[in-house]
C-alpha cells in the first residue's frame, strides 16, 4: 500500500511536488506526521530514516506546466509521476484530499490524509523536504527573490520582492499575485498559504 501527498499547491513561485511512499516496514524510529505540524529539523530526520526504509518516488512538476494546465491538474499530474517512480506498482494507493487519482489502480482518497494516515504523512514529510531543498536551491540562481527563507509562499517579503524585481521564470503567472502584484495588500498576507485563495 502506498501513499500519496504533495507540497507547494499554494505558493506563487516554484513547482508542484508530490511523494509516493510505500513503506516496508509499520514501525519508523521517528517521529511522523502531517509534515505542517513538524518542525524543518523533524521533516529532515524522519526524510532521511524513511528514504532509508521506505521505497519512495517523487514527481515534480514546473511553474510554466502549472499556468498552462491549472494548479489542480498540475497536482494530479505530480502525483502520478510520483507513483510511477515506484519500482512497482502499489496494490492499493491512499491519496490525501478528495479527488482520486485516475488510471493507477485501486485508489482511495482521504481528506486530511496527512493527519490520519501514517503512509500519507511520509510522503507528505518526503515532498514537503524535497520542495524546501528545490526552492533554497532556486534562491542561488535568483538570489534578488529569498527564496530560501519563504520557499515561494505569499509572504510579505516575497510580495517586496516581487514588486520590486517582477516575476522570474519560477513564478506561475497565472497566480493573480504575480500577475497584478500591486494588488496584494498586507491584510492578505497574513498566512502563508493565502496564495491559495489569491490563485486564478
Known amino acids: 500500500m502506498a501513499g500519496v501527498d504533495e507540497a ?3 505558493p506563487w ?6 511523494a509516493a511512499v510505500l513503506l516496508r516496514t509499520s ?6 506526521d502531517d509534515s505542517k505540524r513538524l518542525t524543518a529539523r523533524q521533516r529532515e530526520r524522519a526524510y532521511a530514516v524513511i528514504c ?11 511553474s510554466d506546466t502549472i499556468d498552462r ?20 506498482p502499489p496494490d492499493l494507493t491512499l491519496v490525501d484530499g478528495h479527488l482520486p487519482l485516475t488510471a493507477i489502480g485501486p485508489c482511495w482518497p ?5 493527519q490520519r494516515s501514517r503512509v500519507i504523512a511520509c510522503a507528505s ?3 514537503k523536504v ?11 540562481l535568483f538570489p534578488a527573490y529569498a527564496f530560501n527563507q519563504h520557499k515561494g509562499y505569499g509572504t510579505l517579503l516575497h510580495a517586496a520582492r516581487l514588486a520590486r524585481h517582477g516575476p522570474c521564470p519560477l513564478h506561475r503567472m497565472t497566480f493573480r499575485p504575480v500577475a497584478a502584484p500591486a494588488a496584494v495588500s498586507p491584510d492578505t498576507l497574513e498566512a502563508p498559504d493565502v496564495c491559495m485563495a489569491l490563485a486564478v
Open 8 to 10: 507547494g499547491r499554494g
Open 13 to 18: 513561485a516554484g513547482p508542484v511536488v508530490a
Open 27 to 32: 514501525r519508523l524510529p521517528v517521529h511522523v
Open 52 to 62: 532509508e526504509r521506505a521505497e519512495v518516488g517523487v514527481g515534480i512538476v514546473a
Open 69 to 88: 494546465v491549472n494548479i489542480l491538474q498540475a497536482t494530479l499530474l505530480a502525483m502520478r509521476h510520483a507513483l510511477e517512480e515506484l519500482p512497482a
Open 110 to 114: 482521504i481528506v486530511r490524509g496527512d
Open 125 to 127: 514529510i518526503v515532498a
Open 130 to 140: 524535497c520542495r524546501d531543498r528545490l526552492m533554497t536551491f532556486y534562491h542561488e
